[in-house]
């Protein structure tokens, strides 16, 4: 028997609600559901106006939400998106209301914990040109799928330091220590010139899209008109995605950012532009999507015949754990026989240029009009907003209610499915969406771009041609990606999957899978939640992601980028010229054979570049840099740092923090950075800088042989006498008796067992006599220096 509708906008006690009401949004299987209502008979404590609720469906309990810090009930907390639930615990609301008396700020409600606390606060009082928009502005927020961060709108400027831009920018705050991040900022730090609005996380929480009226944000970004762009959390990165065709900018204005595909492939926006996709000439706003994987984009609102839609094409989004997009079209042409003279809400799977309505033909038969529709995370219900009285016995009311409804009662295009038994299906060449459901299944997808799950059972999934996205489900699935750029999740089970031709991903869950891959057949990503080793599994992979608990990452004789997870990792890249990212945590990376790039990112790493001539980046954290065998790059980032150089002609900086630099062997290249540094070149003819700042630089000599006498000697820049040193204290100025004997500064007399300078032309040499001789063992040019004291030594 087929799931019946379910009415939502009701008491604890059964009574149906006497305002009408509108659904926010229902997280995770969609028990609990957030909306509100203007009714005044939901809860004992039911404010004044429009208040937003949540409904427990498997208990029928209704609680409030926009409860204050004090338990004071708001007034009135009507505002369009207004609320929205935490994914990882529904019972936690986030909203935006002004009925408190404290502004118009956005808050986060547990409501099994009865607390209530402030994100973020209206900034009507500040002087600023656009504050009457602080209500909107800080009504677009969003979560992270894992709960652990907010994305925002908000136009203060004392959110974060340095903010002096005057403009509404984006903020991500990571809830469990409160440290809030701005993101609407280029990839260098620079501020937008312009405001940024409709954050919206992708699913694996690593990026956040926005819109924006800033022109600075990306070099090709030259069009003065609003774009939209998705930045990387973990490498600072900003994307244009409203690019044009050849890579430039679009000539029209993108708005409006719908969302990410559950998969995090697509990202769904809305343009005015003619020169995103070729053969746009309707002079009206289209729904686009953008793939991830490939930077193309792909128009949606256009028929599989290549007729573009009439009218403008808006709201779109997807329904959640598919590539089903809906918007609304003010175009006649999409549908067949459309002549109601209105827009209509209409439903296409991504790439099939096919459209549909609602599909009330079936189980559900609304006898009166649907004025809205949210969506459970999981897709599997719609929260119909309606003043029909048919749906469910209890709704008797002539007032708006909200109805759950299964999706497959009212989506034709969700109701091609297989059986509970073995099941053999074959797809044509449009865009498919086939699901095997139990039993042993064969599933074919032909042409086109096709969505095929096995669900239980050990399936067999074969995407054929096109782009195909393939989900096995439990059980010892095999998939086959044929030709085109697949995504192949072998899902629960001991799996096997074969992308074949293209640029395919896929991801592992079980140490048991296997991915096959052979040479030619495209760049190919693995993103695998346990640890991995692509030289034992996948000779023929390139790259490689980590998620979740996922440690060890290795990789093979490709060049590989390796990725590693937010937690602490090892990533080892063997042969080929790699690329290893550490992120977060305490990583360790092992760049192997070949010129490698490692970047550790935040955490206190270990990296080291080992053969071949490597670049290191420490990022944040007290890092450890060795560049290893070859001419390498080192950059130390934030933290106080030890670089080290190993062989070869190495270029080490310091960065921020108080480091320690270390040529070793070759001609190196060494700067301090900020931070008081401690510089060591190592044998070889080196050139080391202190740093431009206030921080006392050392910079040690082990050995005479370190910069000895001669055109090979060490050169150092930026030595500020009275506040850097130079340290020879490891160097014996006695080589003729015992121990370790200390220099004696002769100042600019040449001296048995000491040191002296001489200046020319601006600079100042030092000298120094090892074996009594009074002839020079080692010298040092210290360039744009004309005084040396014995406070500049330690001897």
Request: net charge negative; no cysteine; hydrophobic share 35%.
């Amino acid at each position: 028997m087929p799931a019946l509708p379910k009415l939502i906008s009701m008491s604890t006690s059964g009574v149906n609600a006497n305002g009408p009401a509108f659904a926010y949004s229902a997280a995770g299987n969609g028990r609990y559901v957030v909306f509100a209502s203007d009714s005044t008979n939901l809860t004992p404590q039911d404010g004044v106006g429009q208040n937003i609720f949540l409904r427990d469906t498997a208990t029928g309990r209704t609680f409030n939400v926009d409860v204050s810090s004090n338990g004071a009930i708001a007034d009135y907390s009507a505002w369009p998106g207004s609320a929205l639930q935490n994914p990882d615990n529904p019972t936690e609301v986030a909203f935006t209301t002004n009925g408190f008396g404290e502004g118009f700020n956005l808050y986060i409600r547990d409501v099994n914990l009865g607390t209530t606390r402030v994100i973020a606060k209206d900034i009507s009082t500040v002087d600023y040109p656009f504050s009457q928009d602080v209500k909107w502005h800080l009504s677009q927020f969003g979560y992270s799928n894992d709960g652990s961060h907010i994305a925002y709108a908000s136009a203060n400027s004392t959110t974060v330091a340095n903010d002096t831009n005057r403009v509404t920018d984006i903020f991500v705050e990571e809830l469990a220590t409160g440290d809030v991040e701005r993101i609407s900022v280029a990839a260098d730090g620079t501020e937008a010139n312009g405001s940024s609005y409709n954050p919206i996380f992708s699913p694996d929480g690593t990026k956040v899209a926005f819109w924006s009226n800033a022109n600075n944000l990306s070099p090709t970004d030259t069009n003065f008109s609003s774009d939209v762009y998705i930045k990387d959390l973990n490498t600072g990165d900003v994307t244009l995605v409203s690019k044009a065709l050849n890579g430039g900018a679009a000539n029209g204005a993108s708005v409006s950012v719908g969302g990410f595909s559950s998969d995090g492939r697509y990202l769904l926006f809305e343009s005015a532009a003619s020169n995103l996709v070729a053969n746009d000439r309707n002079n009206d706003i289209d729904v686009f999507a953008y793939d991830m994987l490939t930077g193309d984009t792909i128009r949606v609102s256009e028929r599989s015949d290549g007729v573009e839609s009439n009218g403008d094409d808006l709201f779109a989004r997807f329904i959640p754990g598919t590539h089903i997009v809906e918007f609304t079209t003010s175009s006649n042409n999409l549908l067949a026989d459309d002549v109601n003279m209105r827009p209509d809400v209409v439903y296409t799977r991504l790439g099939s240029g096919e459209f549909e309505t609602l599909d009330f033909t079936g189980p559900v038969h609304p006898n009166k009009g649907i004025t809205g529709i949210s969506y459970s995370a999981d897709g599997n219900y719609a929260y119909l907003v309606t003043n029909s009285a048919n749906l469910v016995p209890k709704d008797k009311d002539t007032v708006e209610s909200i109805v759950r409804v299964p999706m497959s009662q009212i989506l034709k295009t969700l109701q091609h499915e297989g059986t509970f038994r073995a099941d053999s299906l074959w797809g044509d060449d449009k865009s498919n969406y086939m699901i095997g459901k139990n039993g042993n299944d064969q599933i074919h997808g032909g042409a086109g771009d096709d969505y095929i799950q096995g669900d239980s059972g050990n399936d067999t999934l074969v995407g054929e041609r096109g782009a195909d996205y393939l989900l096995g489900g439990t059980g010892s699935d095999e998939l086959f990606g044929r030709q085109g750029n697949d995504y192949l999740d072998g899902g629960l089970g001991e799996d096997k999957m074969h992308g074949n031709l293209g640029n395919d991903t896929y991801v592992v869950n079980d140490t048991q899978d296997k991915v096959f891959e052979y040479v030619g057949q495209g760049t190919d990503l693995i993103i695998s939640s346990a640890s991995y080793i692509l030289r034992d599994n996948s000779q023929h992979v390139e790259n490689l992601t980590l998620t979740g608990l996922a440690f060890m990452g290795v990789g093979n004789m490709q060049n590989n980028v390796i990725k590693g997870t937010m937690a602490q990792n090892m990533l080892n890249g063997l042969y080929g010229h790699d690329t290893l990212l550490g992120f977060a945590g305490n990583d360790s990376l092992l760049g192997g054979y070949g010129n490698d790039r490692l970047y550790g990112h935040n955490g206190n790493d270990y990296l080291n570049g080992d053969v071949g001539w490597d670049k290191l980046f420490g990022g944040n954290g007290d890092d450890t840099l060795v560049g290893g065998n070859g001419n390498d790059f080192a950059r130390g980032g934030n933290g106080d740092d030890t670089l080290l150089g190993g062989d070869g002609d190495d270029i080490i900086h310091g960065d921020n923090g108080h480091d320690t630099l270390r040529g070793n062997f070759g001609d190196d290249k060494l700067y301090a950075g900020v931070g008081a540094d401690r510089i060591v070149g190592g044998l070889g003819s080196d050139v080391m800088f202190a740093g431009n700042d206030s921080g006392k630089d050392t910079f040690v000599f082990i050995t005479a042989e370190d910069s000895p006498s001669g055109p090979d000697h060490d050169v150092i820049f930026l030595f500020d006498s009275g506040e850097d040193v130079i340290d020879l204290a490891q160097i014996d100025a006695n080589e003729n008796l015992d121990g370790n004997r200390s220099f004696n500064f002769a100042g600019m007399q040449a001296e048995a067992n000491s040191i002296w300078y001489e200046t020319n032309n601006g600079d100042a040499t030092l000298y120094a006599d090892t074996d009594g001789d009074a002839v020079a063992d080692f010298e040092v040019e210290l360039r744009d220096v004309t005084h040396l004291s014995f406070g500049d030594f330690i001897l």
